[in-house]
Each structure stands twice: as structure tokens, then as C-alpha cells.
């Protein structure tokens, strides 16, 4: 199982537990110190996994009182602030069990064999950067990081789950948490799994986001300093201790807000690489990158976004992959992570998170219309409508996502049209009915969304970006890329105190009129240029130009051959001439959200014909 995951190093670790009821093994590099198993007492853990605040857990989990001292846990043995991450997890399983889970903060995925209750434990944390995937099958369990691991046990059935590729395949949004194998499930972030022998494993879910979020106006400059303290600890945590760090930096917000914090922390030991594109094209934002890093006292470091294939051995890469799902800039990523290296990094340090507790869609106004703040409602609606507006685009933006579910459905048989939430996504023309019945596509889809929150439809949009399925499953390949590339990557604004302070802000903190992330661009004045946080008149930063171009000049030919042979279209999945049609449009037309569909498709064709060949 290990030799299968070429990607998890080639230093090899194993405990067996005394009775021999649980094996359990990690593979990492020698540069990597984050993967590690560790026996304590009774207790041993498999740990993938970067811990923050550990200070703050040993005294919490350990009864420590000051980083540096030694502590005691209830078993005799004496934990150490620095320790591995699974030591130090050990020895906090040993004092406070299950417990532990609502006292680690960071990038986990963790096995736990407590010899003692013959339980095995699993985990994961809520931002889903470390995969893990389970089997239950003829009466044992199997863990690992990757679905390659599990499939190396000759005993698991292979049997794909025609419906998960199918919701890959048609670029829907919530992807269950299933593998495309029927007997391999992913163990979702912020969820936890028990085992005990002879019985099948239990799953729940151990994170959830706070309930309570302010519905009106608050004190903005409070609150970006409290922000600004936040980051700034979160920033400080996730910087490499041993050499320089990298940020992946854009113009946008985000990554400069970790950047300048970074370089107002440790000076040239964090170096910024940005992806830069040509003046006029839609991605450009090397003017912002410039200011931003001689505010800092730097200089950007540049990669031509055109020297980079959207494709790179595309059809050898999908039999690589676990999923038939890909990223569409698989290789974007993959070329900062290696320009990290040539600065002798092996942390870098990204702005995601920034997007989803920072701005808001127009749900907003909904939830003014819903709160009844109808006076702060018409001001908004009035900078935020196009032309003159209508009543029907007033309903769509402000009334209708706040009405019940129910009341939404009877309104759109009244009109005629199908109701369907304004997150959820249509399979694209070329997808038959037949096959998305008969295999209950949607219906698997809509019973993977984590319930949502009643009440706050700002709160409510927040939460589908941190617990849908789909989001950690793309954040864990990108930690995959770098992790090839020889980097960790780290995501400060995920940090969970800073999700728990931003959950509970106002809608206003996100957007008001024609501005957006107010609270986040307060919180970094004095840290970057005034002209990098004015107010934009157009987004800045979009990458369609490079993805279109990429997806005419090299997904074309493989587009030809999946056209010519289909084997999704052999399945029943797809029919091929709405999708050529789609293909044809593409060719004329910048369409990116067509063009993302049909890649999507693409991609899933090309691992299929790995599987089946």
C-alpha cells in the first residue's frame, strides 16, 4: 500500500498494534516533517499533519503553562512543544481522548489505534488540505492518504461508481463524498471516524462553523484590528522555521494581505512568485504585484503565465490520478511551487479562504429584504441593478432566495421554469436524462450538501464554501502539486480563528455598494499601498484568456479523439454530438463556462480510458 503512493516520500514508518488488530504505516520524504506515527502509552497515532498553536494545545490538552516548559500528560510521559505533530496528538488522545479533535488546530488527516478500548479513531480537519480515504470490506478496514493505497490490497473490489463520475464529469458543485470506486468513501473534512473490530465504522462530523453572526452594521475599524491581529498570529504560525517562505502572490487582496504580513514578520526570509501576464490581457495584475513588493522593500519574481501548458501528458496524467476529476491549472500551480525551490523554500503560503469569509454574492440583498432593512436594501439595489432594472430582476436578486424552498418550487411551476438553488449547477447539454435517472445524479448531489443554516443567507453562503465536498477536494490537490514539487502549502486565512472571528461579521464587513471585502482591505491598510486597496472599477486578475487559449491550441486534439471513441458515451453518460456542437461553439466563442464544462468532461474521459484500458 505504501509503494502505491509514490507521492508520500520514500522514508517508511510502522507500528502494529500488540494484539495485531491494527497496522499502521506512513511513507514521507526526508524534508518533510509532518508526516510520522508515534506510540504513547497505549496510544499510537498515523499523522499527516502541520499543528499551529501548539503552545496553546499542549496546555489546553496537557495542563502546560508556558511554551518551552515540560508537561506532564496522565500517562507518565513527558510531551514537548517540539515534538511531532502525531507525538504531541498522542499525547493529548492519552489525556482527553475524542476530545482532542475540538483542540487541534491545523492541517491534519490522523489515524489513532487506542490499544486499550481497541478503538481505531480517524480525522481530518475542516479545511481538507490532507486526504483520507476509507474501505469496509469482508470485515476490515483500510485507510489511506490516497485511493491508489487502498486499491493496492488486492482483496478490494474495483467496481467504479459510474454516478461520482458522473457529477465530476458534468462539473457539478457538490461532489459526494464517495471515491469513483463503490468501496472506497473519502473521509470529508471536519469529519472524524470510529472503528471497533467486528463492527462497521461510524462517521460524523467533529467542525462546524459558528451559528451566530451579526444581521446589521457594525464598527468597522474595531473589528480590522482585531482582524489584523488575528492574521497576523495566523501568518506567523505557518511560516517555515527552518528556512525562507514563499507566498504565491497576486494583485488581489488575499494572497498580498498574507504577503505583507509575512514580510512585515520575517523581512526577506518570505520571498513572493507571482504568475504574470501580458497588459490588456484580463489577468493581468503585475502593476499591483509591483507595488505591493516595493512597499514590502522587494522585487517580484515573475513566471510568464503563456510559458505554462494548460495540458501536460494529459492522457499519462489521468491514469495517475485518484479521481476523474482534474484542476483545471494543475500546472500554473505547479510551476510556482517550482520556482519556491529554486529559492531553497519548502513552505509556501497561498491567499485561499479569502473568497469565501470576505465578500458575498447579491444573496446579500435577500437577507436585507428577509431582516426587513428595507431603506439600507433600496440603497444597495440601487448601485448593484444594471440599467434601469425590473421587478423580476428585483425578485430574482432580493426576494426569491430568501423565500422558504418550498414557496420558491410552487412559484416556478407557477412560471413555468425549474427551481433550482442559485448555488446548484445544471448537467451540460451533452449528459443524458436517462443515465442521470437511472443512476440518481441529482439526488446524490443534493443529499451531499451539509444541512444548511436556517435563517442568515450570508452565513448560510459561507458555509457551503467551507463544508461542501468539492472545496477541500480541490484544496487537497493543490496541496498535492506543491507537495510533489517538494513545498508544503499553508493557507493562513483558513486558519480557524480566523474563520470563526469572520463568520460573525456583518454582511457590510463583505461588500456595501460597489465595494467588496472592506473588512479584510481595513484590516491591511498601513501593511500595503493605498492604491492596492482602493476600490476596483472591474475585476482584475481573471485567468479566461490563458484558459481559453489553452483549452483551442492543446485540449483540441485530445477533444478529437475522446469525439471519435467516447467511452463515457459508450457507458450511456454522454452523447457526443451535443458535445461536439459545444466543442464548435468553443472554437468561435469565449465562453469560459461552457469551455470549464466541457473540461471537466474531458478530463474525466481521459481517466476513464485509463481505468478501462
Not at 473568497?355 to 440583498?365: A, G, K, M, N, W
Not at 484568456?545 to 479523439?561: H, S, T
Amino acid at each position: 500500500m505504501l509503494a502505491a503512493m509514490p507521492r508520500r516520500g520514500d522514508l517508511t514508518l510502522a507500528r502494529i498494534g500488540g494484539d495485531e488488530a491494527c497496522a499502521l504505516a506512513a511513507s514521507r520524504f526526508d524534508w518533510e516533517g509532518s508526516v510520522e506515527v508515534a506510540t504513547v502509552g497505549g496510544i499510537t497515532v498515523c499523522a499527516d499533519a502541520t499543528l499551529y498553536y501548539r503552545d496553546d494545545l499542549m496546555r489546553r490538552a496537557l495542563g502546560r503553562t508556558a511554551l518551552g516548559g515540560a508537561g506532564t500528560a496522565p500517562t507518565g510521559r513527558t510531551a514537548r512543544a517540539d515534538e511531532s505533530a502525531a507525538h504531541l496528538i498522542a499525547h493529548a488522545w492519552a489525556a482527553r481522548g475524542e476530545a482532542t479533535l475540538e483542540l487541534l488546530e491545523g492541517d491534519f488527516a490522523f489515524v489513532v489505534w487506542d490499544a486499550p478500548n481497541a478503538t481505531l479513531s480517524a480525522a481530518r480537519d475542516f479545511g481538507g488540505k490532507r486526504s483520507l480515504f476509507h474501505c469496509w470490506h469482508g470485515g476490515t478496514l483500510r485507510l489511506a492518504t490516497t485511493v491508489a493505497g487502498i486499491l493496492a490490497d488486492s482483496t478490494v473490489p474495483r467496481t467504479l461508481d459510474l454516478a461520482t463520475v458522473a457529477s465530476v464529469a458534468a462539473g457539478l458543485w457538490s461532489h459526494p463524498p464517495a471515491s469513483a470506486y463503490q468501496h472506497i468513501t473519502e473521509l470529508p473534512a471536519g469529519y472524524a471516524l470510529t472503528w471497533r473490530p467486528g463492527q462497521a465504522p461510524e462517521v460524523r462530523d467533529f467542525w462546524r462553523p459558528p451559528t451566530e453572526i451579526a444581521t446589521r452594521r457594525q464598527p468597522l475599524d474595531p473589528a480590522a484590528d482585531e482582524l489584523r491581529a488575528l492574521l497576523t498570529d495566523a501568518v506567523r504560525e505557518r511560516l517555515s522555521s527552518t528556512g525562507p517562505t514563499v507566498v504565491s502572490l497576486s494583485g488581489g487582496w488575499d494572497s498580498t494581505a498574507v504577503y505583507g504580513l509575512g514580510r512585515s514578520i520575517a523581512g526577506e526570509r518570505v520571498h513572493g512568485v507571482s504568475i504574470s501576464y501580458p497588459e490588456g490581457d484580463p489577468g493581468y495584475e503585475d502593476n499591483f504585484i509591483r507595488d505591493v513588493t516595493a512597499h514590502c522593500g522587494a522585487t517580484p519574481d515573475f513566471i510568464d503565465a503563456y510559458t505554462i501548458p494548460l495540458f501536460v501528458d494529459a492522457e499519462q496524467a489521468a491514469t495517475q490520478r485518484d479521481h476523474p476529476f482534474a484542476h483545471v491549472y494543475e500546472h500554473w500551480n505547479r510551476s510556482l511551487s517550482r520556482r519556491a525551490r529554486t529559492v531553497d523554500a519548502r513552505v509556501m503560503l497561498d491567499g485561499i479562504g479569502g473568497d469565501q469569509l470576505f465578500q458575498v454574492s447579491d444573496v446579500y440583498l435577500a437577507e436585507l429584504f428577509r431582516t426587513l432593512q428595507w431603506g439600507e436594501l433600496a440603497s444597495q439595489y440601487r448601485v448593484k441593478r444594471t440599467g434601469a432594472g425590473s421587478l423580476r430582476e428585483f425578485y430574482d436578486a432580493a426576494i426569491r432566495p430568501a423565500l422558504p424552498e418550498r414557496m420558491q418550487r410552487a412559484f416556478a411551476r407557477a412560471r413555468g421554469t425549474e427551481h433550482r438553488h442559485y448555488l446548484e449547477r445544471r448537467a451540460p447539454i451533452w449528459f443524458t436524462p436517462a443515465f442521470l435517472r437511472e443512476h440518481r445524479v441529482f439526488p446524490r448531489e443534493f443529499a451531499a450538501r451539509p444541512p444548511l443554516p436556517r435563517g442568515n443567507l450570508v452565513r448560510a453562503e459561507s458555509e457551503v464554501f467551507l463544508r461542501f465536498p468539492f472545496y477541500p477536494r480541490v484544496f487537497a490537490q493543490l496541496y498535492g502539486f506543491a507537495l510533489d514539487e517538494g513545498v508544503e502549502m499553508r493557507s493562513p486565512l483558513l486558519d480557524e480563528r480566523v474563520v470563526r472571528f469572520a463568520m460573525r461579521r456583518p454582511w457590510s464587513d463583505r461588500a456595501d455598494g460597489g465595494e467588496t471585502k472592506r473588512l479584510l482591505r481595513r484590516a491591511m491598510r498601513d501593511v500595503l499601498p493605498a492604491a492596492v486597496l482602493a476600490p476596483r472599477p472591474h475585476r482584475t486578475g481573471t485567468t479566461s484568456a490563458y484558459f481559453m487559449r489553452g483549452m483551442r491550441a492543446e485540449g483540441w486534439p485530445l477533444a478529437e479523439r475522446m469525439l471519435a471513441e467516447s467511452r463515457l458515451a459508450q457507458m450511456g453518460m454522454i452523447d457526443t454530438a451535443p458535445l461536439r456542437r459545444a466543442w464548435d461553439h468553443i472554437l468561435k466563442y469565449d465562453d469560459e463556462q461552457l469551455a470549464g464544462r466541457v473540461f471537466f468532461t474531458l478530463q474525466a474521459e481521459l481517466w476513464i480510458r485509463g481505468q478501462t484500458d
